[in-house]
Each structure stands twice: as structure tokens, then as C-alpha cells.
């Protein structure tokens, strides 16, 4: 069966520090992978897709086929980076999604 | 241009009573999908539209929940005989294609007592 698995439910780190969250999956077949971000008080939005390879906001992610993983990287974490981050699968063509659980990020100053 | 819509913001309702969410995706998207976010946990897909059929609803957990797109636009889920477990924030979102980017909507939160 499909899974999405976010192994931190919440990432404290300090501003200008690195922040990694981490995401992996389970799927066989040739999956396209996604970060959402929701900021408080916000609606769910897309923050970036494997396939298009950009940098949004600062943030990069890579996906690693051989170790199922598609972990969320920013260099240097600013406060409005606090925010709910939810990884997500998608397996067909229909389009929808598979969520994990989310990481809460807190940045501090 | 308008995001996409869901009312009400928030229902509180009894255990056994029927309810209706209501969603308005962003005018000309085709694709409208209904998720399900309970407390802790990421959203879980419930039912996929493509214009007004429901092309998965695999999704959906038994058979009290249903939804229409009667139009191919507006969206609305439906809950007979709820429970105390179907309380979660329902989302809505939309996208022009399946396999472009969703929008979402702000969410119902619905409360079963």
C-alpha cells in the first residue's frame, strides 16, 4: 500500500539555522511527490513539486528513489517560515493526493 | 480572482442528523476533490470529480457519505446519520486539470455532539 511518512511532528530551530524535514514514501510504481505549506490562519497551498525542480521561498527538496525519500531543505530559516508542513504523494492520473501526517516548523529568534 | 469556497465555516450538529458541506472551486476548474483532515493528521482523500461525474470516490469511508456536481461546478458532500467519529475539518479543492496544481478551500469544520 501507498504511505507517506513524516517521522517529526514538530522542528524547533533557531533563525538563520538550517531546517530539514524529512518525507518518505512507499510506492513501486513512478510516484510525483509534493510539499504543502499551511501558514496560520491560512489555506493548504502547494510550496513546490519534485518535477519542477525550483527553489520556492528558499526551500529545495530532492527526490531520492533508491531511499523512497523526498526530504524538505531550507539553508537558513526565517521566522515566517513557522508553518504546518504536509508532504504528499500522488500515484495516478486522477490527481489525488496522499498526505502525511505534517511537521510543525517553529522558527525562533 | 476568487479563491475556492466552502461554506458553512463551521457545523455543529447531533449524532443522527444529516448535513450538507458545500464547496465553489475556482470558476472553470475542472477537477474538484473532497479530502477529509481530522485532528493530528494530513488530509485523506475522499472523492475526485471530473466535471460533474465522480470518476474515484474510493475514498468516501461507507455509505452515508455522498457527493454531486450536478453542474460541473459547484460541489456539495453529504452526510446521512452522522457520528462522533465524522467530525473533522472537510476540505475542498479544485485545479483547471487532474494533473495540475489543486487550490484549496479554507475548510469546514464539522462537529458532531
Known amino acids: 500500500a501507498q504511505r507517506v511518512t513524516q517521522p517529526e511532528k514538530l522542528l524547533s530551530v533557531f533563525k538563520g539555522a538550517p531546517v530539514e524535514l524529512k518525507c518518505n514514501y512507499s510506492y513501486s510504481g513512478s510516484p510525483e511527490l509534493f510539499w504543502y505549506v499551511q501558514y496560520s490562519r491560512q489555506r493548504l497551498q502547494l510550496l513546490l513539486r519534485?518535477?519542477s525542480r525550483e527553489s520556492i521561498k528558499g526551500f529545495t527538496a530532492d527526490l531520492n528513489k533508491g531511499e523512497t525519500s523526498f526530504h524538505l531543505k531550507k539553508p537558513f530559516a526565517q521566522e515566517e517560515d513557522s508553518a504546518m508542513y504536509y508532504c504528499?504523494?500522488?500515484?495516478?492520473?486522477?490527481?489525488?493526493?496522499?498526505f502525511g501526517a505534517g511537521t510543525q516548523v517553529v522558527v525562533t529568534p | 480572482g476568487a479563491g475556492v469556497s466552502q461554506t458553512p465555516s463551521n457545523k455543529v450538529t447531533e449524532k443522527g442528523k444529516y448535513v450538507e458541506l458545500r464547496c465553489d472551486p475556482i470558476?472553470?476548474?475542472?477537477?474538484l476533490y473532497w479530502y477529509r483532515q481530522s485532528l493530528g493528521q494530513g488530509p485523506e482523500f475522499l472523492i475526485y470529480f471530473q466535471g460533474t461525474g465522480a470518476a474515484d470516490d474510493s475514498g468516501l469511508p461507507n455509505d452515508r457519505f455522498f457527493a454531486v456536481r450536478p453542474e460541473g461546478s459547484v460541489s456539495t458532500l453529504k452526510i446521512q446519520r452522522t457520528e462522533r467519529g465524522d467530525s473533522a475539518v472537510y476540505l475542498c479543492a479544485s485545479s483547471l486539470r487532474p494533473d495540475y496544481e489543486q487550490y484549496f478551500g479554507p475548510g469546514t469544520r464539522l462537529t458532531v455532539t
Open positions: 470558476s472553470g476548474h475542472t477537477a
Open positions: 504528499a504523494l500522488r500515484t495516478d492520473s486522477w490527481g489525488k493526493l496522499q
Open positions: 519534485h518535477i
